[in-house]
């Protein structure tokens, strides 16, 4: 069968290195957003794209990029799939919008049932609650424990990002900043030391003996592997040990796969590495292939307990973004998640060299599957290689104090990885002979 040609072919590839990036139309568009747009929004470089097609990017002047943030780890198909893009066209010229607060849409159902049948919830019989993003599954997961037992405190842990609406941030510490002039904040939120199994003690030996009772904590909830605190991949009995303490204590395991669920460590979701069951499982980012579409999916006893209105949402769930999770479901049980696992492998053999050939520069390197993080020395030096790479055309954005991550499409072919880490090395090779 003849490829389709790409929709790229006119464009240019970036050489190996270029000076003029951004290039003129990039520079004057961030001039104009820069009159428009909020400066809340933190940019971490001057692109300005255009087009994407697999993981390749295209930008305002022509200029091409290889992807490896993915959105922040959300094409999970690689941008603008064809079969993605032949669900959204078929659903929108079909229904674009009714909402699922208020009526029986179709297709909202059959995207809960899909997760409710992938999602490894404890007790196995689960149903699904869909909103627009993480941070809105994240709320609801926070008065879903409340409400279903009654207790008020929720524990999550240092490091942790869950969102930056009030209660996610509450429960976000990954830096200061986040909640800086924001206070005060949801109450009845602690936060735990994560990622040993020493860190679990903390709970009996502090939290539960000078803080708060178990008896009045309604849920923990957890990155299995931190993001946006560093790429961090917890000891191998820390999640077993955190459901074991969660069942003594009738406490509610929440899982926040937001980021390392649908396929990305090379598994379907993170947990299933340590064969650990929450209660509650949350996924957004790579579930609908870039649509916006976030799903709390839970055990059936726990949304059962809360009647008609108890939450909600009018775009929740929308019919266009349902289509774009279906056949994104499609694509990710049909190969990718062992892609991501191979393509994951070849990631860590290359970086464990760079790691050996820069020793006093790159401190770690990192993670399961396509979430990969490089840990540098400095966060200067960090942001210097993701600048260097940007200027090289390779995508990667940093994440915690001094780690810059990979989290490309999990579409991700061999070759395209092998030039990932060649553009990789390259960056920190020049970021390391500047000597600063």
């Not at 690689?78 to 029986?104: M, R």
């Not at 396929?263 to 064969?275: F, K, N």
């Amino acid at each position: 069968m003849a490829q389709a040609p790409s929709r790229l072919a006119h464009a240019r590839p970036v050489p190996h290195i270029v000076s003029e990036i951004p290039g003129p139309k990039a520079r004057a568009h961030v001039a104009y957003d820069e009159t428009w747009t909020s400066p809340s929004l933190p940019r971490a470089y001057p692109i300005v794209p255009v087009r994407g097609e697999g993981l390749t990017v295209e930008d305002i002047d022509g200029n091409l990029f290889l992807d490896f943030a993915a959105g922040i780890a959300v094409t999970s198909t690689g941008h603008s799939h064809p079969q993605v893009v032949a669900a959204i066209k078929e659903q929108a010229a079909e229904l674009i919008h009714f909402s699922a607060s208020d009526f029986y849409l179709p297709i909202y159902a059959q995207v809960c049932e899909r997760l409710a049948g992938v999602a490894p919830i404890k007790g196995g019989r689960a149903r699904t609650y869909l909103g627009n993003s993480g941070a809105e599954v994240v709320e609801a997961s926070i008065k879903l424990a409340r409400h279903a037992t009654g207790r008020q405190n929720v524990v999550a842990f240092l490091g942790a990002f869950h969102g930056r609406t009030y209660g996610a941030v509450s429960l976000t510490a990954s830096k200061a900043k986040y909640h800086a002039h924001f206070g005060p904040l949801l109450p009845g939120i602690y936060h735990a030391p994560y990622g040993t199994v020493e860190d679990l003690k903390w709970f009996d030996e502090v939290l539960f003996d000078k803080l708060v009772p178990a008896s009045e904590v309604a849920a923990i909830i957890v990155e299995p592997i931190q993001g946006e605190g560093g790429y961090l991949v917890p000891e191998d009995g820390f999640m077993p040990g955190l459901r074991e303490l969660c069942d003594r204590h009738g406490i509610l395991l929440i899982a926040d796969e937001i980021q390392s669920g649908v396929g990305r460590t090379g598994e379907m979701w993170a947990v299933d590495l340590w064969d650990v069951k929450p209660d509650i499982l949350l996924t957004a980012k790579g579930i609908a292939s870039g649509m916006p579409l976030g799903a709390m999916v839970a055990r059936a006893d726990l949304l059962e307990a809360w009647g008609a209105g108890a939450h909600g949402s009018t775009y929740g769930g929308n019919p266009v973004a349902c289509a774009a999770a279906m056949a994104t479901l499609d694509l990710i049980e049909s190969g990718l998640v062992d892609n991501a696992r191979v393509r994951g492998e070849q990631a860590m053999a290359g970086l464990r060299e760079l790691a050996a050939r820069h020793p006093g520069l790159v401190r770690d390197a990192r993670g399961r599957g396509l979430m990969i993080g490089v840990e540098f020395d400095t966060a200067a030096h960090a942001e210097a290689v993701q600048r260097a790479a940007f200027q090289r055309g390779l995508l990667v954005l940093e994440c915690g104090k001094t780690t810059v991550r990979m989290s490309p499409a999990l579409t991700v072919r061999k070759d395209e990885m092998a030039t990932a880490l060649r553009i990789f090395g390259e960056s920190v090779a020049e970021v390391a002979a500047r000597g600063d």
